[in-house]
T-cell receptor
Framework: KNQVEQSPQSLIILEGKNCTLQ??????????LRWYKQDTGRGPVSLTI?????NTKSNGRYTATLDADTKQSSLHITASQLSDSASYIC??????????FGTGTRLQVFP | DAMVIQNPRYQVTQFGKPVTLSCSQT?????MYWYQQKSSQAPKLLFH???????NEADTPDNFQSRRPNTSFCFLDIRSPGLGDAAMYLC??????????????FGPGTRLTVT
């Protein structure tokens, strides 16, 4: 069964600190992996899409890595800000293009 | 700015009273999706339209229906809402589905409360 698992489930950090979120997937065949940020009560917003051939991709303070061999991805947030408090969702499409969502990591950044 | 718009943002309905949620997009995308997201859960795809072609997920209850009168608008109709239908409903669009990874753009969601 195609699955996307994320860890940790929740994370609390202090403003200015870095953090790394993990995503493991079993979706096959693999075409791409997406990271979304979802603020409370809002729709998800795309941070990055990584295809099979990409190992690292940055979007401002967000850097995503992908290891297609081990089927793992990470999202690294540098110099966290209060506005980074949100759920971060890892998403991998099935071959039907239906998105398989992870359950997300809830990040809270405190001053 | 091009975007996905959902109205209303908050909807309260009574048990069994039909309700319609709306979504519009200015992106001119071919595909429109409706997701249901319950608290602390991942979004669950209900159905999608590829142009005028409707595609229902196998486990979507018959209570949920959808209409897409034109490229820009898509509606979610809940014929007889139950307490278990209280959730955030997300509309999303994408330019296409197959081939290159087409981004899905999500609207802000409609929070449905059933009393």
């Amino acid at each position: 069964k195609n699955q996307v698992e994320q860890s940790p489930q929740s994370l609390i950090i202090l403003e200015g600190k870095n953090c790394t979120l993990q995503c493991n997937y079993t979706v096959s065949p693999f075409s791409n992996l997406r990271w979304y940020k979802q603020d409370t009560g809002r729709g998800p917003v795309s941070l990055t899409i990584m295809t099979f051939s990409e190992n690292t991709k940055s979007n401002g303070r967000y850097t995503a890595t992908l290891d297609a061999d081990t089927k793992q991805s990470s999202l690294h947030i540098t110099a966290s800000q209060l506005s980074d408090s949100a759920s971060y969702i890892c998403v991998v499409p099935e071959d039907t293009d239906k998105l398989i969502f992870g359950t997300g990591t809830r990040l809270q950044v405190f001053p | 700015d091009a975007m996905v718009i959902q109205n209303p943002r908050y909807q309260v309905t009574q048990f069994g009273k039909p309700v319609t949620l709306s979504c519009s997009q200015t992106l001119n995308h071919n595909v429109m999706y409706w997701y249901q997201q319950k608290s602390s859960q991942a979004p669950k795809l209900l159905f999608h339209y590829y142009d005028k072609d409707f595609n229902n997920e196998a486990d979507t209850p018959d209570n949920f229906q959808s209409r897409r009168p034109n490229t820009s608008f898509c509606f979610l109709d809940i014929r007889s809402p139950g307490l278990g239908d209280a959730a955030m409903y997300l509309c999303a669009t994408s330019r296409d589905m197959s081939g290159a990874p087409y981004e899905q753009y999500f609207g802000p969601g409609t929070r449905l409360t059933v009393t």
